[in-house]
């Protein structure tokens, strides 16, 4: 039976105005991510500059800070429950020992996905098309067989793990917009238990440990290793595949191994400090690098380039966003300590089980 803290349970079930809002944006975001989609396919210099340069670069900091606002508006997730709000869902239950092998495989799918932004979805709009067209299939077929969010959401998404290592210290804990009534899909929450009870697991859980340490310890070399790799121009033969993924799994092992060597000297009680530590790290380099390529001085200019300011933005106006983005991060998410929260607020329970 899933534990009902009241600390993170809705009183009610989000109606009225507060309903129609949440509605409204959820609207409104997938009218965006439809646009998006269809100028990748008419027009790609601008849905690659639109998702790549300018969605994808905005997702972190919205992990960091309201993770459960993405949640709630992700046109993939509302994709992934439309057969269960349409009533067509079998809604088979995933068993826990399932529930743990998407766990690990959508670390896996994420360090298998970003590093072929290299070597063609960079710069083929059909190509990004294609790979949106084919994750929103998984989650709409998803949601025809398994309940609620339990697939694609909390399981499959490859984007989920980031979600949980970023989103640890939320601004705020919106209410579920997807979900009318708990259904208790996944067993913690995700979305409503808090992180650090979300991050111990129980011994038989072990390989959901093992994708928490897997992505913890390897996401800041992955992402260092990923920004020393430039965008293939033309089509990628077999050394430019094989330098796009070697480079990052390379730097993302170091880091892994530092994450498990300093784990193996810390007392427990100073694990939580060091996967913050990690995580700030993690999205620290993201932005280091990504905040100059946008304006041009990237190591490959370019690369992820969205307006070219090199000869209107002098390079210290640049070095002060890196450094004050570094600042942020390690202050939110290292030296502040607030009270515990959670992504969402847990609607009312339909049944405990």
């Known amino acids: 039976m899933a534990k009902n803290n009241p600390r993170f349970q809705a009183t009610s079930v989000l109606s009225g105005t507060n309903q129609l809002l949440w509605l409204i944006l959820q609207g409104l975001f997938f009218v965006l ?11 790609p210099n601008l849905g690659i500059k639109a998702f790549w340069n300018v969605l994808i670069p905005l997702a972190p900091l919205l992990f960091v800070l309201v993770v459960g606002l993405w949640r709630n508006v992700c046109p993939l997730a509302g994709i992934a429950l439309l057969p269960h709000r349409l009533g067509f869902s079998q809604r088979k239950r995933i068993p826990l020992k399932w529930q743990d092998r998407l766990n690990l495989a959508n670390v896996c799918l994420l360090f298998l996905i970003v590093p072929a932004r290299h070597l063609s979805l ?18 709409f077929v998803g949601g025809i067989f398994f309940d609620a969010k339990s697939l694609w959401c909390s399981g499959l998404c490859p984007i989920h ?10 601004l705020f804990s919106p209410p579920n917009a997807h979900c009318g009534a708990c259904h208790n899909c996944v067993i913690p929450c995700p979305d ?27 996401l800041p070399g992955f992402i260092w290793g990923w920004f ?3 965008d293939c121009q033309n089509s990628a033969g077999w050394i430019e595949c094989v330098w796009a ?3 990052p799994w390379g730097t993302m092992c170091i880091t892994l ?26 999205v620290s380099c993201y932005y280091w690098f990504r905040i100059p390529a946008l304006v041009g001085y990237g190591l490959y200019p370019q690369d992820g380039l969205l307006f070219d300011l090199r000869h209107s933005l002098p390079y210290w106006m640049v070095l002060a966003a890196q450094l004050s983005a570094l600042a ?3 202050w939110w998410l290292v030296l502040r300590n607030p009270a515990p929260g959670v992504w969402a607020l847990r609607p009312p329970f339909l049944v405990k089980r």
């Open 245 to 247: 993924y070697a480079l």
């Open 192 to 218: 409503s238990t808090p992180i650090a009870e979300l991050n111990c697991s129980p011994k038989n859980r072990k390989l959901q440990q093992l994708a928490a340490n897997l992505l913890t310890g390897c």
């Open 257 to 282: 191994l530092l994450f498990l060597g300093f784990r193996r000297v810390l007392p427990r009680s100073r694990w939580g400090t060091l996967v913050n530590v990690f995580a700030a790290a993690a």
């Open 328 to 330: 942020f991060f390690s």
């Open 161 to 170: 793990p980031v979600e949980k290592l970023y989103g640890q210290k939320v």
């Open 122 to 139: 960079n710069v083929d709009g059909l190509a990004t098309a294609l790979l949106l067209a084919l994750l929103a299939c998984i989650a």
């Open 33 to 43: 991510g439809l646009g998006i989609f269809i100028a990748l396919i008419l027009a």
């Open 228 to 230: 020393q790799v430039p």
